[in-house]
């Protein structure tokens, strides 16, 4: 066992943490796909903080963060270097800006984004939680990759973060949204049917 899971192990064992629940909730489907895609923003004007959380990955990751699209240039976290809870800070963002998450993995040159569509091989590499902390990580949102090319083993443990002045958003699924435009077109239409014949 290595030693960041040692010593979450301990942290946990000893009671440190809030309660059972301050554990991050792991992918629970591992070897299937999470069909679950996310979108990330800024919760308000502030920095953005990463805490290592874990990883069970062979390949060598760091983490890097992109604002609105663009780089910020900074990278870091190594899942074969990072011990529980160290903290890279992104620097600050404005509220509602989009943030993108990307896994670079040192060994092959793959770059993983939280973003499904900006993935070379159209896979989602993330799974995603809520966090609520322990002594070691504030509370926060869970984000855990998966490191290989078409999605590996899907356990989505690879490297695993909690980022705060984060907020996560299920992305409503692509065919539901004609629907509900069309529905409210449709209440629209039975508002004004109503008006002129009042």
Request: hydrophobic share 40%; glycine share 12%.
């Amino acid at each position: 066992m290595k030693l960041k899971s040692l010593f979450a192990a301990l942290v946990i064992s000893l009671g440190v943490a809030s309660s059972a629940s301050a554990i991050p909730t792991a992918y629970g489907a591992s070897g299937t796909p999470n069909p679950t895609l996310y979108s990330f923003v800024a919760t308000t004007t502030g920095d953005v903080l990463a805490y290592f959380a874990d990883s069970t990955a062979g390949y060598t990751n760091t983490l890097s963060l992109l604002v609105n699209g663009v780089d910020t240039g900074i990278s870091g976290l190594n899942n074969h270097t990072s011990v529980y809870g160290q903290m890279l800070n992104f620097g600050t963002v404005n509220a509602g800006d989009s943030l993108v998450f990307r896994l670079n993995v040192l060994n092959n040159g793959d770059t993983w984004f939280s973003q499904k569509s900006l993935n070379s091989d159209g896979v989602n590499h993330i799974y995603s939680s809520s966090y609520a902390g322990d002594i070691a990580i504030p509370a926060g949102v869970y984000v855990a990759f998966e490191d290989l090319r078409n999605g590996g083993d899907y356990n989505y443990h690879d490297e695993n973060f909690v980022f705060t002045n984060v907020s996560n958003a299920q992305a409503i699924p692509l065919p539901a949204t004609p629907l509900l435009f069309g529905l409210g077109l449709g209440v629209l239409a039975l508002f004004g049917k109503r008006r002129q014949q009042g």
